[in-house]
């Protein structure tokens, strides 16, 4: 079956560390996403992409970093510069017009 | 820029009861209108997605439809059952990067 897989579930991060969020997609969709969500908010987009080797920024880049080496793939990079990394992470996949799929999310907490 | 809010943010309704979901939006320019369910700790789930030219979606008890003159979605819930509870979110689709999603209805079925 097609879908998004995100790993791992649950990740601890250390102070000054950074950790790294795994997206795959199987759905040969071109574009995907991460958002970040925190309890009674709604969904932030970090950074998006639309091609291979192509990325955008969204509404809260800022201590974040991804890079899309492969349609399949897109990995986010919780930098030690993001003060509040504690929050649940959603990668999405999309086609042009075409509605999202999400993964099951990244629930990251800081120790 | 797109707005789009979900009223009321929070519904509790007996079993066996119909029920309905609301969604507005300011900027009818959308491709698409899409609602999912979101279960505590877990991703978003895709239950219908309406593209522009369509008026509604049906699927099992789920039944959505869509006035971007009057910029309404419904989410229509037939026969409600405790495991429908969860936080459903509608989201306006207006290209890739493009979409907006509402804060969400948090609905609960009591037995």
């Known amino acids: 079956d097609g879908g998004i897989t995100q790993s791992p579930k649950y990740l601890f991060r250390k102070e000054g560390q950074n950790v790294t969020l795994s997206c795959e997609q199987n759905l040969n969709h071109d574009a995907m996403y991460w958002y970040r969500q925190d309890p009674g908010q709604g969904l932030r987009l970090i950074y998006y992409?639309?091609?291979?080797?192509?990325?955008q920024k969204g509404d809260i880049a800022e201590g974040y970093s991804v890079s899309r080496e492969k349609k399949e793939s897109f990995p986010l990079t919780v930098t030690s510069a993001q003060k509040n990394p504690t929050a649940f992470y959603l990668c999405a996949s999309s086609i042009s017009r075409g509605g999202y799929t999400f993964g099951s999310g990244t629930r990251l907490t800081v120790v | 820029k797109q707005e789009v809010t979900q009223i009321p943010a929070a519904l509790s309704v007996p079993e066996g009861e119909n029920l309905v979901l609301n969604c507005s939006f300011t900027?009818?320019?959308?491709?698409?209108l899409q609602w999912f369910r979101q279960d505590p700790g877990k991703g978003l789930t895709s239950l219908l997605l309406i593209q522009s030219s369509q008026r509604e979606q049906t699927s099992g008890r789920l039944n959505a439809s869509l006035d971007k003159s009057s910029g309404r979605s419904t989410l229509y819930i037939a026969a409600s059952q405790p495991g429908d509870s969860a936080t459903y979110l509608c989201a306006s689709g207006a290209g890739y990067q493009k979409v907006t999603f509402g804060t969400g209805t948090k609905l609960q079925v009591i037995p």
């Open positions: 900027d009818s320019a959308i491709y698409n």
């Open positions: 992409s639309q091609i291979v080797n192509d990325f």
